[in-house]
């Protein structure tokens, strides 16, 4: 039986986790330590059960709302400490540590010049959705209906007050309950836009 977050959390060591996507593919995790710093965690293309407490203190698990939804999802899954250790040979920790290494380096054998030009045409899209990239996360996750406004609303509310202009009118024009939370938090020189973001969103239809 594969075990709960909280009953892994019970227990004094490792928490291991396993990326269950179908068809495999990388899991990003966001988390803010005490200071409210912003980190990025990728799990990589691997089954090998994963420490996520290597990476990520105890206490910021117990409160992430990505890990809860990615197992909520089935994106991941929690590992049972016992059946992590027989599958953690010398030989599986070595993969694990060269695939984390493979999500820091291109993979494609595409000459340096065609690489940095994808590169540069990915980051116009995510720029042109939103400025925040947790926010890109979410809205696609809303688009594709794996997570509801209520849950998106609770991901997003502890950073309300640092979300731009540009990242409230994508959240406005794929969920109609983020209009009624926007106008507070925009700057004083884009609270006259508001309606109009308001009247766009409505007239897409609630989705691009």
């Known amino acids: ?52 407490l290597e990476v990520m203190p105890r206490d910021i698990l117990e409160k992430n709302q990505d890990i809860r939804h990615y197992l909520n999802v089935g994106a991941i899954e929690i590992v049972d400490p016992e059946q992590a250790a027989k599958e953690l040979t010398k030989e599986v920790k070595d993969e694990v540590k060269q695939a984390f290494k493979e999500i820091l380096k291109p993979t494609d054998p595409q000459p340096a010049a065609i690489a940095a030009e994808e590169e540069a045409k990915r980051k116009v899209v995510v720029e042109a959705e939103a400025d925040t990239p947790q926010v890109c996360i979410v809205a696609e996750d809303l688009m594709k209906n794996a997570v509801t406004e ?59």
């Open 1 to 52: 039986m594969i075990p709960t977050l909280e009953e892994a959390l019970n227990k004094s060591g490792p928490v291991y986790v396993r990326n269950a996507t179908n068809p495999i593919g990388h899991v990003a995790i966001n988390w803010y330590d005490a200071g409210g710093q912003t980190h990025d965690l990728i799990l990589p293309r691997t089954k090998h059960p994963i420490d996520i």
């Open 150 to 208: 209520e849950v998106a609303i609770k991901r997003l509310k502890p950073m309300f007050s640092e979300l731009t202009s540009k990242d409230w009118g994508r959240l406005m024009a794929v969920a109609p309950a983020f209009r009624a939370l926007a106008e507070p938090y925009l700057p004083d020189a884009d609270k006259a836009k508001t309606a109009e973001i308001k009247e766009e969103a409505i007239q897409s239809g609630g989705k691009d």
